[in-house]
């Protein structure tokens, strides 16, 4: 170690051969960093012990012991080291053991040095870190335990090169939790590049993936990178990855083992650096189960897997979120943000929200259109497509009321208010245009229509032409 210049950075580099040793020290000290090295598990213990290090390198198989023996060591004795291993070729299995055990990434052997120098940057920028990041955690909104959980989750995977794998019912914020894991890691600088698997036709997928040649296939004009290229130096997040075709996953796990990708009408491969983040809301154990998922495809995107909460299971955040997300409609719109009175509040907090927190917010998009503008209501909240037993948690006490009355009867009565005042709100909002109150009201045309009528809300005109389409009984 270059003991003359206090600015040098060290690594220490494990390995038990020499040649091997030499090759990376020559490497580093082209990188300005200064290097001591092991030639087994015990050197590199007394070392640890003896030196601080940015960084260290270590070969998987060592006279003495393993490298993921090292991993472990590190992780919990020198916890904040960035580790990478030394792989053997195409021995998948040994990298997902290291990621898994907090390796902070991988290199197959033979050594390319563009991946060493990629990887050795990506790790000093971590060790060197002393700051957080300008995107906190803390858009990831609420106080539960199970967000807090999710918060702490994403900062120990942003330190990690590491795939992950985010499960959670569709809307439950898969894409936010993987924009944050990149915008807090050593990838901030590079591109997010977000792709819904099952959007791409199977016929373009590799095109779109790897890119291609000119002259490739009719069509192809020019070369045309892929998604790969547009992510290196950065994080690739694969939205319903479920969905890619068998034949696709194949492509897509040699891809990431390999870490190269060849445009399809190409001839040599090219290296790519890219961080894989991949999300579903399917089960892929039962999809490996009845072989539509590829077994070996599954262990390399899961390595390390992120669970996002369902949000009924946390009640207590929907009051923060329902804020954060009128403010952001209200901002967008560009007007004034209406409160939301306490019987909406506790209303919202009432609801099972399948569709997360999506749902939630396309709910209060509708509500801010049909509120006076200055408070949502419960009424507000309502769409005529929710189950009634959704809509109602109270009766009104109105002098009306008569007890003798059937609860069906009070209840149908109770809906058909709500509806007729919903339709008004929105006929008002929309100066009276049909269309544009069907859309703000989340229904056809034609349903609006039968509705006005049934209501008894519809002009002559209306009920005549509603009579002519026999369908005031549908």
Not at 27 to 47: F, H, P, W, Y
Not at 51 to 75: H, K, R
Not at 93 to 119: C, E, H, M
Request: charged share 25%; hydrophobic share 40%; net charge negative.
């Amino acid at each position: 170690m270059n003991q003359s210049n206090h600015q040098k950075l060290t690594c220490l580099i494990v390995d038990d051969e020499t040649d091997i040793r030499e090759l990376l020290v020559m490497t580093l000290d082209r990188m300005n960093i200064a290097t001591q090295g092991a030639s087994c598990v015990t050197e590199a213990k007394a070392l640890l012990k003896q030196y601080p290090f940015a960084l260290c390198l270590t070969d998987m198989q060592m006279p003495d012991g393993s490298g993921l023996e090292l991993v472990n060591y590190i992780t919990e004795h020198h916890a904040g080291l960035p580790v990478a291993v030394i792989t053997a070729h195409a021995s998948a299995d040994n990298a997902v053991s290291a990621l898994k055990a907090g390796a902070f990434d991988y290199l197959s052997k033979p050594i390319s040095l563009k991946q060493l120098r990629t990887v050795v940057e990506f790790a000093l920028k971590l060790s060197t870190q002393t700051t957080p990041q300008v995107h906190s955690t803390l858009e990831m909104i609420g106080e539960s335990e199970q967000i807090q959980t999710v918060r702490s989750m994403i900062a120990k995977l942003a330190r990690s090169q590491a795939p992950v794998y985010i499960s959670g019912e569709s809307g439950s914020g898969k894409e936010l939790a993987a924009k944050l894991i990149h915008q807090n890691s050593a990838r901030a600088d590079g591109a997010f590049i977000a792709v819904n698997c099952g959007a791409i036709p199977e016929n373009l997928m590799e095109s779109e993936f790897f890119g291609y040649k000119k002259g490739a296939f009719t069509g192809a004009n020019q070369d045309k990178e892929g998604l790969f290229q547009a992510a290196n130096g950065g994080t690739l997040f694969l939205d319903e990855v479920a969905d890619l075709p068998l034949a696709m996953q194949v492509k897509l796990l040699r891809a990431i083992q390999e870490k190269k990708v060849r445009m399809v009408g190409g001839n040599t491969e090219e290296t790519v650096d890219v961080r894989i983040i991949s999300a579903t809301h399917k089960n892929l154990t039962q999809m490996m189960d009845a072989g539509q998922f590829r077994q070996d495809l599954y262990y390399r995107l899961n390595v390390i897997q992120l669970k996002m909460p369902a949000l009924r299971d946390r009640p207590a955040d929907i009051p923060l979120l329902a804020q954060m997300l009128l403010s952001k409609l209200c901002r967008h719109q560009n007007i004034v943000r209406p409160e939301i009175d306490a019987q909406a509040q506790a209303y919202l907090s009432s609801l099972s929200f399948p569709g997360n927190v999506r749902e939630l917010e396309n709910m209060l998009e509708r509500a801010l259109a049909l509120s006076d503008g200055t408070t949502i209501t419960q009424e507000d909240l309502y769409s005529h497509d929710q189950p009634a037993h959704e809509q109602l948690i109270e009766l009104p006490n109105k002098p009306s009321f008569d007890p003798d009355q059937t609860l069906e009867l009070c209840l149908t009565d109770y809906l058909e208010d709500i509806e007729k005042r919903a339709i008004i709100k929105a006929l008002n909002k929309t100066n009276q245009n049909k269309t544009a109150a069907a859309k703000l009201l989340g229904v056809t045309f034609r349903t609006l229509r039968y509705r006005l009528t049934k209501l008894g809300l519809a002009k002559e005109e209306d009920a005549e032409l509603e009579g002519e389409d026999g369908n005031t009984n549908t």
